[in-house]
């Protein structure tokens, strides 16, 4: 099979196409025979040699969601047949003509949803399910801030929250940006480069501030998260684009019994992620076509995998980059 590997640490130049044995699948796994694979930040993390694989998934081929046609399976494996259509959550491996999935981690493609779309689904969507439902306790009628809200996540976070009735603010960094992050549900969508969004969030609360906020930026956003919670509101971290270190008032936290949390998906066990699989089968599968539909940005041909580490490295897209493999495969 064809497979693109990261070469070396670097730049997006050094993700290569190489031919690759088909792997076999472990008796919990499934084959996929991938139709297209979805490009994420930890992606852009691991070519750089900051993000190792875990020892589960191959250690030089990124990505981790796929969608395609399952083609083998692992004697275990009771509930998916031969022949399925699924979407996968991944540990890595993802940018490849084949790959194995815990079978767990597989999705049936959502109802209106075509195959290549499908991967742009399951590392958003387990990732914010995992951190604003599970780990923040959304509840109905609550407000939300999302950072990065023209991002993959932020779509997703966007669409699933407003389904599920909350109220969306996001930032966003371009008048085009605020505008599709409206049209997708956000209530208000704030340009960072032009307003404050501390004070522009507490203008629209009526100086209440929101209930969680899901940031992946991180760094002086820090104090300004805090700032605008509510009592007993959650800062949820999924990344730290802006740097690991944030100076925060410890003293608003107590005084307002404030929570800071936070998470990492990949690591997580197989049954953790089989657990958050069922409940968007549950509660958000069936969303699709009526509340919740796939961002697609671009999509290109696995061989120009470096490409399109390059746009999302631009930051100029909104929503969701995609690799397709090869009709001939």
């Known amino acids: 099979?064809?497979?693109?590997?990261?070469?070396?640490?670097?730049?997006?130049?050094?993700?290569?196409?190489?031919?690759?044995?088909?792997?076999?699948?472990?008796?919990?796994?499934?084959?996929?025979?991938?139709?297209?694979?979805?490009?994420?930040?930890?992606?852009?993390?691991?070519?750089?040699?900051?993000?190792?694989?875990?020892?589960?998934?191959?250690?030089?081929?990124?990505?981790?969601?796929?969608?395609?046609?399952?083609?083998?399976?692992?004697?275990?494996?009771?509930?998916?047949?031969?022949g399925d259509e699924v979407?996968?959550?991944?540990?890595?491996?993802?940018?490849?003509?084949?790959?194995?999935?815990?079978?767990?981690?597989?999705?049936?493609?959502?109802?209106?949803?075509?195959?290549?779309?499908?991967a742009s689904l399951p590392e958003t969507f387990f990732t914010v399910w995992n951190n604003v439902f599970d780990i923040a306790n959304f509840e109905h009628g609550e407000s939300v801030l999302i950072h990065g809200g023209s991002s993959g996540i932020g779509v997703a976070a966007i669409q699933m929250v407003n389904a599920l009735k909350g109220k969306v603010i996001v930032t966003a960094g371009s008048a085009e940006k605020c505008s599709i992050c409206e049209s997708l549900g956000a209530t208000k969508a704030i340009n960072y480069n032009e307003e404050d969004f501390e004070e522009k969030v507490m203008e629209l609360t009526d100086g209440k501030g929101v209930d969680i906020i899901l940031d992946m930026i991180g760094g002086d956003y820090g104090s300004?998260?805090?700032?605008?919670?509510?009592?007993?509101?959650?800062?949820?971290?999924?990344?730290?684009?802006?740097?690991?270190?944030?100076?925060?008032?410890?003293?608003?936290?107590?005084?307002?019994?404030?929570?800071?949390?936070?998470?990492?998906?990949?690591?997580?066990?197989?049954?953790?992620?089989g657990e958050i699989a069922q409940k968007l089968l549950k509660h958000i599968w069936p969303l699709f076509g009526k509340k919740i539909k796939p961002v697609i940005y671009k999509t290109f041909p696995l061989e120009k995998a470096a490409e399109a580490h390059q746009l999302m490295e631009s930051s100029k897209h909104i929503g969701k980059i995609l690799l397709q493999t090869s009709e001939n495969t």
């Open 87 to 118: 979407c996968a959550l991944i540990a890595g491996g993802g940018y490849a003509e084949f790959v194995c999935a815990p079978a767990a981690q597989c999705l049936p493609i959502p109802e209106g949803v075509s195959l290549i779309d499908a």
């Open 224 to 273: 300004k998260n805090i700032n605008i919670l509510k009592a007993k509101g959650r800062l949820v971290m999924i990344n730290a684009m802006k740097g690991k270190i944030a100076e925060i008032d410890l003293i608003k936290i107590m005084k307002n019994q404030l929570t800071i949390t936070g998470s990492t998906l990949r690591p997580k066990s197989i049954d953790y992620k």
């Open 1 to 82: 099979m064809k497979a693109v590997i990261i070469s070396k640490p670097g730049k997006p130049e050094v993700l290569k196409v190489q031919e690759r044995d088909i792997p076999k699948p472990k008796a919990h796994e499934v084959l996929i025979k991938v139709k297209a694979a979805g490009i994420n930040r930890p992606d852009i993390i691991q070519r750089k040699g900051f993000y190792p694989a875990p020892p589960d998934a191959p250690a030089d081929i990124p990505g981790l969601e796929v969608s395609g046609t399952i083609t083998a399976k692992g004697p275990d494996v009771e509930h998916w047949q031969i």
